[in-house]
Nanobody, 126 residues
Framework: QVQLVESGGGWVQAGGSLRLSCAAS????????MGWFRQAPGKEREFVAA????????NYADSVKGRFAISRDNAKNTVYLQMNSLKPEDTAVYYC???????????????????WGQGTQVTVSS
């Protein structure tokens, strides 16, 4: 059973930065495509960023392009989300997701993913 544990959430003022981390159990992390999603109150879970299992391919939601960066360290079984220039509309619970990947591509949809973390709250005040 794969476990994903997020950390790094918190409260920040608009314009600030946070870095989220997601630590994965399991010896086959290097074969997992990874993604970050978020869910605000009353809204559906939405795609934020994704990275292929080799790390060479990334994809971002239009709303975060140029502000957020996803990366991974396969030696540490960890994926990161660096969030800069945060806005109040970025406030949400952020979830890490993993997928046993056959192809070295980023996956963009909730239904693509096999494993989910418990989520970490990010609050951006104006």
């Amino acid at each position: 059973q794969v476990q994903l544990v997020e950390s790094g959430g918190g409260w920040v003022q608009a314009g600030g930065s946070l870095r989220l981390s997601c630590a994965a159990s399991g010896r086959t992390f290097r074969r997992y495509a990874m993604g970050w999603f978020r869910q605000a109150p009353g809204k559906e879970r939405e795609f934020v960023a994704a990275i292929s299992y080799r790390g060479g391919n990334r994809n971002y939601a239009d709303s975060v392009k140029g502000r957020f960066a996803i990366s991974r360290d396969n030696a540490k079984n960890t994926v990161y989300l660096q969030m800069n220039s945060l806005k109040p509309e970025d406030t949400a619970v952020y979830y890490c997701a993993g997928k046993d990947a056959d192809y070295d591509i980023p996956y963009l949809y909730v239904a693509n993913y096999d494993y989910w973390g418990q989520g970490t709250q990010v609050t951006v005040s104006s």
